[in-house]
């Protein structure tokens, strides 16, 4: 059988401080899609890494009087130990200082050179350092007395230099086609829309090289210039999988990506610029785009200014990070800004895992303990009721995997603690206690039931909560290579033999 192949990427991040909870809600959405992936049986390729070149890295580093590789050095180090403590199963961190990346990059830009999309010229506009980003007038405003980019409300400056250009204007309209002709290559829709008015406006040529500082990949012939950061970090993408060895399994198997997972902010680069460098270069284009939107703290951007800034680690430490997994993804509807705070985060903990979940798989297990020589009873004789708890979750399984690849993870999350209320609710209403004393086989079929039924939650957890997910499978003694979607539907598969594992408490309830 053909196996089938899955690569999806998060953005990559620039190493200019520490990483926040943005960049963590980022890699904890193309986790949980990756994770998902592999459970349905496809050989996934998931990448993340850092975005080191450019004028704000090198600005960062003088500020901070380090040698700007030090600090790139120092600061990736960060973002690659955050992978780990975000329990990421990412196959590859790629840094754009490596030389497999430069590799690709230069030849990116000879394709560019080569198909006459690349001329020489003069730049003359606003640049955001901070958004690495070039802006026209009418998208800058004054505040401050200052001038600022009007939707990222990030400093401008002037800037005037030589300059090479990519001719972006010549591609609306292949642009334009290919979104209409590939609905679903840019999500949510209402992003869609957002690109698809901006590029009918028509398009400007793109400065892709700047001389004015040093800090990037020297244009190939011409080392007065380096290429321009958003084209060198896009490329980032073709680099992990061997580009330009095209003839390479990883490039083979996994070109062109399933889904790049960005951030609303960088919708314009992914959607256009990208699309546009790889047409020139006729390389086939991304399956998907998708922009998520941002992370608000107390209804506002989180920003060291506003103090109101939630770190990651901070909160991993305190409540653990199956929590807080689980709570970004049940909390913020993907595609929209979604507040978040420590009070809905405890709230949800509460509720969701150790009343919920938690309590379910505990007092099951207690019970079987207690009353079944602490192994899973068996049944063939399954009621109405028994039947009815199975099965809706049986059959629902379609259709969170259409959840899942919309990438309508918030929804996905809601149906699958759905189905674990339900089942609370079924052990409360069958009352197995007072089974014991009339009918211990109607007993065996209420507890057979609703350990499967743990079982398929469990399975369905694995991508969201997979430290926790895997504790409760280890205690039913799931074997490991049985924890996948396709098992969900089959009936009589639990080990009834071996005794339950040791039970212990999973969520703990935070005050
Ligand atoms: N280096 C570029 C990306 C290059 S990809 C080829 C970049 N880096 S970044 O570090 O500034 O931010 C990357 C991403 O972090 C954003 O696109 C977004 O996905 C995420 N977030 C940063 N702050 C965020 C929030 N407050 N909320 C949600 N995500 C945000 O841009």
């Known amino acids: ?25 980022s890699s904890i959405i193309a986790d949980v899609i990756a994770r ?41 180090k960060k973002f690659k130990e955050l992978t780990k403590i975000l329990n990421l199963s990412n196959n590859d961190f790629i840094r754009t200082t490596e030389k497999r990346h430069y590799n690709s990059v230069e030849d990116l830009w000879n394709k560019l050179v080569e198909s006459g999309d690349i001329y020489l010229d003069k730049y003359k506009g606003w640049y955001s350092v901070s958004d690495e980003a070039y802006y026209d007038s009418d998208e800058i405003e004054d505040k401050n007395n200052c001038k ?36 679903g290559f840019i999500l949510p829709v209402s992003r869609n829309n957002e690109v698809v008015k901006f590029v009918e406006k028509g398009l400007k040529d793109l400065s892709v ?11 190939p012939k011409n080392k007065k210039h380096v290429i321009y950061v958003w084209l060198d970090a896009l490329t980032n993408y073709l680099s992990a999988i061997n580009y330009p060895d095209t003839s390479s399994d990883l490039y083979k198997e996994f070109w062109p990506a399933d889904l790049h997972i960005i951030g609303k ?38 920003s060291k200014s506003l103090g109101n800034i939630l770190d990651p680690i901070d909160i991993i430490e305190k409540y653990g990070i199956d929590q807080l997994r689980y709570y970004l993804i049940k909390e913020v509807s993907l595609g929209n800004d979604g507040n978040i705070s420590l ?41 109405k009721n028994d039947k009815a708890l199975t099965n809706k979750l049986k059959n629902n399984v379609q259709k969170l ?50 350990v499967e039924q743990i079982k398929n939650i469990s399975i369905l957890l694995l991508p969201i909560i997979p430290d926790s997910a895997n504790k409760i499978l280890d205690i039913i003694n799931v074997d490991k290579n049985l924890r996948i979607i396709s098992e969900i539907n089959k009936n009589n598969n639990l080990n009834h033999d071996k005794e339950l594992g040791n039970i212990e408490i999973l969520f703990r309830k935070v005050e």
């Open 1 to 25: 059988m053909k196996t089938k192949n899955y690569y999806i990427t998060t953005p990559i991040y620039y190493p200019s401080g520490k990483p926040h909870m943005g960049h963590a809600y």
């Open 36 to 76: 998902y992936k592999r459970l349905e049986g496809y050989k996934v390729y998931f990448l993340t890494g850092t975005d080191e070149h450019g004028l704000k890295i090198q600005r960062e580093a003088e500020k901070n009087k380090k040698k700007t590789q030090i600090f790139c050095d120092e600061l990736s």
């Open 148 to 183: 600022v980019s009007i939707v990222s409300g990030s400093k401008v400056e002037w800037v005037e230099e030589e300059s090479y250009f990519f001719k972006l204007s010549s591609w609306s309209k292949k642009l334009l086609e290919h979104y209409k002709s590939n609905p």
């Open 209 to 219: 090289s700047r001389t004015s500082f040093s800090w990037g990949i020297p244009v």
């Open 265 to 302: 902010d960088i919708l314009r680069f992914h959607a256009i610029y990208w699309p546009a460098f790889l047409m020139a270069a006729k390389l086939p284009l991304p399956k998907r785009i998708f922009g998520h939107g941002w992370i608000l703290s107390d209804e506002k951007k989180m």
């Open 343 to 383: 009070e809905n985060l405890k709230n949800c903990i509460n509720n969701d895992l150790a009343n919920n979940y938690g309590n379910l798989c505990q007092r099951v297990f207690s019970f079987i303990k207690k009353n079944c020589e602490n192994k899973i009873p068996k049944s063939n004789d399954f009621s």
């Open 401 to 450: 995997n259409e959840l899942i690849n919309r990438q309508d993870l918030n929804n996905y999350i809601k149906q699958v603690i759905e189905h674990s209320f339900d089942s609370n609710k079924y052990f409360n209403d069958s009352e197995p206690w007072s089974l014991k004393k009339t009918d211990t086989k109607k007993m065996y079929s209420v507890l057979h039931s609703i």
